[in-house]
């Protein structure tokens, strides 16, 4: 293991007063204000920890949440944007040295299930990696990860269990990783649902591969924003304020902390 990640998870614990997070949630830059549930927060900018992604403006906030302390990535790196899907690694391997029992990915994706209906939210059961790349390139070790499991049961019915408390609406299914930052073609859409896809997004998995990699028990939770093009009319765009799922991810997340 990285001796940057060691260092990051040394400085994070040195300024942590509120002890030892069990869960840490990753948010895209469209969902940052999911973070101001954490009471009692501290910030630290990316840039001063060792082997965090170069994300503008990316701090990871450290925070109570229900009582209990709760740790969120504002920012991660996205392949559309870099080019490199591997560049959260460092992060994922600075949570395996702070003990972190549960990651939680969110993000947006395209339905191409007519049951899951736009706006909701969706607990990723597994994904289909349409891209042809991994985060695990080229890196150091061994590589050849098991993906059995890749989303961690237990978590997915703690999910669906705080849904149910929280009121909020939650389906379960398979995401196909798409690499953006164009919208999937109708083609596409037609094909992914062919294969097994229930939605289609562009973030999500490359942190499913890294969480295999660090043993780090993953779920991902996405909010469900269009019908993929070609699929029940869909006429996918890029909506910043996701104001519905803004929401709902707060009160799951509070229902999450709650729930263990």
């Known amino acids: 293991m990285s001796t940057p990640a060691r260092a990051a998870a040394d400085m994070i614990g040195a300024l942590d007063r509120l002890g030892p997070a069990e869960t840490a949630v990753v948010l895209g830059r469209d969902f940052f204000a999911v973070a101001d549930i954490a009471e009692q927060a501290t910030s630290i900018p990316y ?3 060792p082997g965090f992604p170069p994300v503008a403006g990316g701090e990871l906030t450290l925070g109570l949440v229900e009582g209990s302390p709760m740790l ?3 920012g991660r790196s996205e392949f559309y944007a870099s080019g490199d899907p591997s560049l959260m690694s460092g992060a994922f391997e600075t949570l395996s040295h702070l003990g972190v029992r549960a990651v939680l990915s969110t993000g947006t994706v395209n339905s191409t ?3 899951i209906l736009p706006p909701s ?3 990723v059961s597994d994904h289909i990696n349409f891209t042809g790349l ?3 390139i080229g890196a150091a070790g061994d590589n050849f990860v098991n993906m059995n499991a890749a989303y961690d049961k237990r978590l997915m019915r703690r999910l669906k269990q705080s849904s149910a408390a929280a009121g909020v609406s939650l389906s379960e299914g398979v995401m196909m990783w798409c ?3 164009s919208f999937e073609t109708p083609a596409e859409t037609k094909v992914a649902r062919q294969l097994g896809a229930d939605a ?3 973030s999500i998995a490359p942190e499913a591969i890294l969480a295999r990699r660090f043993a780090l028990p993953f779920a991902g939770v996405a909010v469900v924003t269009d019908y993929a093009a070609g699929f029940c009319n869909g006429n996918p765009s890029h909506d910043p304020t996701r104001s519905a799922g803004l929401v709902a991810l707060r ?3 509070r229902a999450f902390q709650k729930n263990k």
């Open 113 to 115: 299930n007519a049951d």
């Open 134 to 136: 991994n985060p695990l």
């Open 200 to 202: 289609l997004g562009m």
């Open 47 to 49: 840039a001063d920890l």
């Open 121 to 123: 939210l969706l607990s």
């Open 251 to 253: 009160r799951l997340l």
């Open 179 to 181: 690499s953006g930052p």
């Open 72 to 74: 969120f990535f504002r």
